[in-house]
Structure formats: structure tokens, C-alpha cells
């Protein structure tokens, strides 16, 4: 009897062995990977993904010229035709971005290919979408190397990233902006605060930029197509230059800026970029599979590992949704894909709860108004913190000093928004929340009240800085834009803000700044004091801080004479 036990309890454990799952990391920054599902069908080639207030998607298709409204669940619809589109290759209808203040103003903007042989902006209006507007245009095209996205920034700034457009000598040709990362205003303007004068250039000696995103402290980063070897993700700062076509990767260069990250062409081709919970998600097309980067608090890169590989074929957009959830898109029918009859799709990938993230954040701290004028305001907090990690932060309003409903007028990932086409001589109220990977939704701020200034020609300033560089002993705080939104030439501005403790001034730029212990004040200089309506100025600071000290200023407010 012994001899037939035993044979069978080491078959029973052999079964038990055989049975047990794969151990598998399926969490990872935030969202879990395990139960991404398939939410949008029967898309042809989208580019890019942008979203509305009521929380649908608005996406671009190249290959069409449709801009199509997608909802989880439901078909496509379209919304718009972009006129005038030449799709050929890698070029067609290509980013497109939601403003910042879509509830007030409804501009969609788009980046894409004409007939008329160059890359082109325009804005439209969904309620009357054949009317398109050209910002900006002149942008060197050809059928590769198009470069495409589009993102507005933390300040309020329209991002545009183009390609080289297979003439190499356009990435170190500051006269062209073919090869660049291109930082404008809303109206396609040059704003104040750019490395180059009269120019719309932010940084330059790029191939094909397909990807741009913003961390939680603001700082920039871009996904870049190599041309044999190296594919990188860079972080972008002002004035920069990447190396194209000089080298690809790591340079060994001090003239040119190196890669935070980099993979072979085989193992990425990077296309949409996006950043949640400390990480970026880094969209591959001929890698088929979406790469996910952590970052330190510095913004120094982790181990990339690599999500979706191979499960729904070539990647090109990733973002995250007011949702919560992590929406990337497929690009198999762009005629380097082998897609299935659904495709192309949208991918959804939720937040990491597995019953187990029940942890609200702490609600933001010391929300303070700053800026205000006949037609806006500027909102900042303290950041919030969470078990897992703060995603962002909703922004919410209210009419007049009491009663009324609060409703959400805005999302940021960072610690200030700035609200837009408000009426003069009215009261708000606002508040903001922020929220978590697991869709956690902490309490509410305390509320601020703000009373617009009357319109007409009246004065007003609105300022908004910018961390450009960090480091343990201290930071560089550049541009802080400071712009006279009223409808009067303005003689002079004064600019105020709070220094964490122990942090100290120790250098400034075009203006005259007079610190204090803790609020520091600057005035404009006798060549930066006269700006028409409309127009902007910029000046930079530099602080000293304590080793472990994380602070930041805050609380910056303008006035005008």
C-alpha cells in the first residue's frame, strides 16, 4: 500500500505545480495591466487622443482627416473634417490638443499635413467645425519625419513638436522650425520667456518628435525616433540642443544634451508619451508594446519595463483620461501593421484599486488666488499626498460669495490653474481635490473667493512661473511670465511670492527683486516695464534651499500701473 501513496502524492503535488500561475508584475505605475480591456472599435489610424470636459476623447485620424469623438463602450462619431489634409506616408492629420480653458473658449486645435505642401496649426470650434483658423503654418513636410504632436504646457503655452522632414540640416537650422520643439501662444504668437529671440523655438536638433508630457514639478520630456540605433526619450529644456543629426543616443557631447532613456529601434520606435504617478508611459510602434519609465523625485529615470508587448500590435498614442484610467491607441492600419477586424483601437488600462487603494489623498492645502483680472485668475495649492501617489487635481467652482453649486471647471497635474473667460465684476468661489491612481478623491481645499476686475480699459497682470532645474541645494526658477491682460499699456509691474523657510535669493535676471525673509518682491526694469495689452515679459530667479528641504514658492501675485 505505501509504494502506491507515495506515487500518488508526488503526482497530486506535480499537478499542483503544473497548475500554479505565472508570477507577473501586472501593476505597474499605477494602473494595472492585468485587466486592460479593449473599449473603442473601428478607428482608422488615430494619432492622437484629446479630451473634452464631459470626459469623452476626441481623436485624430491621419489618414482621414476626421476628428472622431470617442466614448468607452460606444462607436466613434465624427466631429470634424480638418480641410485641406495631405495624407501620404507618415504625414496627414497628426496632434491634436483641447484648450486649457474649453469650458469658456471651445477651441480644439490641430497639427497636420495640407495640400499646400507645409505642416500647419489651425483652431476650430466643434459648434461650427468647418470654420479653421491657421495659427501658424510654413512648417517643412515630406511623406517621413513630419514630427506632429501637439500639448499645451503647465504655463498656459502651446507646444508643437515637428521632424526634420528628411533634411537633416533643418534640426540644427535655427531659422527653420522644422527639427524643433516650438513653444507658442494660444493664437500661434511668440510668447516672452523662449531662448531665442523673435522666435518660436524651444529646443532644437530633434529627428521626429512624436511624444511630449509634463511631471508633477513641471519639468518637460519627449519621445524622439532614432534613425538606426538609438530611440530616446530626452528631457527638454529651453534652449536645448539634442544632437540630431550630429548623433543619435548618448553623444559624449558637452555641446548637446543627452538622453534621460534609450532602447533600440527594434524594441521602441516611440511615438505618444504621457505621465502618471512618478512615471511615463512611452507608446511603441515598431516595438509593439508600451514602456513604462519611473521617475525619482529629480526626475531621474528607473528601469523601463515594458507592458501590452506584442497583445494588441503597434502602439501610437497613450494619455490619461479625467477617468482615471490610461487610454492608449493602436496603429495597425497606418500600412506597417497587421490589424485585426477591430482595429484600430482604443486601449483602456485602470487604475491599480484590487480592492485594496481605499486611501483618499489628503486634501490640497493653502489654495490662494493670484492674478486676478476682468476675465481670469490664477489658482495655487500645496500638493496633496497619497499612499500610492497623487494623479492629479481637480478644480472646482462656484458663483457668487455664497450658495450655488460647485462644479468642475478644470483638471491639472501640477499645483496651479490658471481659469479663464470669467466675467468682469464677478464673484467665484473655488475649491480643489485631488485624486489618485485608484480614482481616491480627497476632500476638498479650502475655499477661495475672487472678484474679477471690472472690464473695460482697465489694468491687470497675470504671472506664471516655471521650474526650470532642480537640484539638492537649490533651484532655477525660469520664465516666470508676467502679461498685461488689461486693455491699457501698463508703465511698470510688481510681482510677489513666498520662499519656503531657509530658502534665500541668490541670483535674478531682468528685474530688480528685493528679498525679504520670507515674501520676495520684484519689479520690472526700466526696459521691461511698458507692455502693450496682450504683451508679455519674463524674468528668472535662482534659490539656495537646505539639503532634504523640497519647498517651493508659491503665491504669486501681480500688479500693474
Not at 480641410?83 to 490638443?97: R, T, W
Not at 483638471?411 to 475649491?431: D, H, K, M
Request: aromatic fraction near 8%; charged fraction near 10%; charge should be neutral.
Amino acid at each position: 500500500m505505501r509504494a502506491r501513496v507515495i506515487p500518488a502524492l508526488i503526482l497530486a503535488l506535480l499537478a499542483l505545480v503544473i497548475n500554479v500561475p505565472e508570477a507577473r508584475a501586472q501593476v505597474v505605475g499605477g494602473f494595472d495591466f492585468a485587466r486592460a480591456e479593449v473599449s473603442v472599435t473601428g478607428l482608422q489610424v488615430p494619432w492622437a487622443l484629446a479630451f473634452l470636459p464631459d470626459g469623452s476623447a476626441l481623436a485624430s485620424e491621419r489618414n482621414t482627416g476626421r476628428i472622431m469623438r470617442v466614448r468607452p463602450g460606444q462607436a466613434p462619431t465624427q466631429a470634424a473634417m480638418i480641410n485641406g489634409v495631405s495624407a501620404s506616408g507618415e504625414s496627414g492629420l497628426l496632434g491634436i490638443a483641447v484648450s486649457p480653458s474649453y469650458a469658456q473658449d471651445g477651441w480644439v486645435y490641430a497639427y497636420f499635413t495640407s495640400t499646400s505642401g507645409d505642416n500647419r496649426l489651425v483652431r476650430l470650434q466643434l459648434s461650427a467645425p468647418q470654420t479653421q483658423t491657421v495659427i501658424f503654418s510654413g512648417v517643412p513636410s515630406a511623406t517621413i519625419h513630419d514630427g506632429g504632436r501637439i500639448a499645451f504646457g503647465p504655463d498656459g503655452m502651446l507646444y508643437v513638436a515637428t521632424g526634420d522632414a528628411s533634411t537633416t540640416a533643418n534640426a540644427q537650422n535655427l531659422n527653420s522650425p522644422a527639427g524643433k520643439i516650438l513653444r507658442m501662444t494660444p493664437t500661434g504668437g511668440i510668447p516672452s520667456g523662449n531662448p531665442f529671440t523673435n522666435s518660436r523655438v524651444w529646443s532644437y536638433g530633434h529627428r521626429n518628435v512624436q511624444g511630449l508630457a509634463w511631471d508633477g514639478q513641471g519639468r518637460m520630456y519627449a519621445t524622439e525616433f532614432g534613425q538606426n540605433t538609438w530611440d530616446e526619450i530626452n528631457q527638454i529644456v529651453a534652449g536645448g540642443n539634442y544632437g540630431w543629426p550630429t548623433c543619435e543616443g548618448n553623444c559624449g557631447n558637452s555641446s548637446f544634451r543627452n538622453p534621460i532613456v534609450t532602447w533600440t529601434t527594434a524594441e521602441a520606435s516611440p511615438s505618444g508619451l504621457a505621465y502618471a504617478n512618478n512615471t511615463l508611459f512611452a507608446a511603441g510602434l515598431r516595438g509593439q508594446r508600451l514602456w513604462t519609465v519611473p521617475l525619482t523625485g529629480n526626475g531621474t529615470p528607473g528601469t523601463p519595463l515594458a507592458e501590452l508587448q506584442s497583445a494588441y500590435g503597434r502602439l501610437r498614442g497613450v494619455a490619461v483620461g479625467p477617468d482615471g484610467w490610461l487610454w492608449v491607441t493602436t496603429s495597425n492600419r497606418d500600412g506597417r501593421g497587421s490589424p485585426v477586424a477591430q482595429d484600430d483601437r482604443v486601449i483602456r488600462v485602470p487604475p491599480a484599486t484590487s480592492g485594496t487603494d481605499t486611501t483618499a489623498p489628503t486634501a490640497p492645502g493653502n489654495l490662494s488666488a493670484s492674478g486676478t483680472t476682468a476675465a481670469g485668475t490664477t489658482l495655487s495649492w500645496s500638493a496633496s499626498t497619497d499612499d500610492v501617489g497623487v494623479s492629479g487635481y481637480n478644480v472646482l467652482r462656484a458663483p457668487g460669495s455664497s450658495g450655488g453649486t460647485f462644479t468642475q471647471v478644470g483638471t491639472s497635474a501640477t499645483t496651479s490653474f490658471t481659469n479663464t473667460g470669467l466675467s468682469p465684476s464677478t464673484t467665484y468661489r473655488y475649491q480643489v481635490r485631488a485624486r489618485d491612481a485608484a480614482g481616491n478623491l480627497s476632500p476638498v481645499s479650502n475655499t477661495v473667493m475672487v472678484t474679477t476686475s471690472p472690464g473695460g480699459g482697465t489694468g491687470g497682470c497675470t504671472v506664471t512661473a516655471t521650474t526650470q532645474s532642480q537640484w539638492q541645494t537649490g533651484y532655477v526658477v525660469q520664465p516666470v511670465t508676467v502679461t498685461n491682460t488689461g486693455t491699457s499699456t501698463t508703465t511698470g509691474w510688481t510681482v510677489t511670492f513666498s520662499l519656503p523657510s531657509g530658502h534665500t535669493t541668490t541670483g535674478y535676471w531682468n528685474a530688480v527683486i528685493t528679498p525679504g525673509p520670507q515674501i520676495v518682491t520684484v519689479r520690472n526694469t526700466p526696459n521691461n516695464g511698458t507692455l502693450a495689452p496682450g504683451q508679455s515679459t519674463s524674468f528668472g530667479f535662482q534659490v539656495s534651499r537646505p539639503s532634504g528641504s523640497s519647498g517651493m514658492p508659491s503665491g504669486y501675485q501681480c500688479s500693474s500701473s
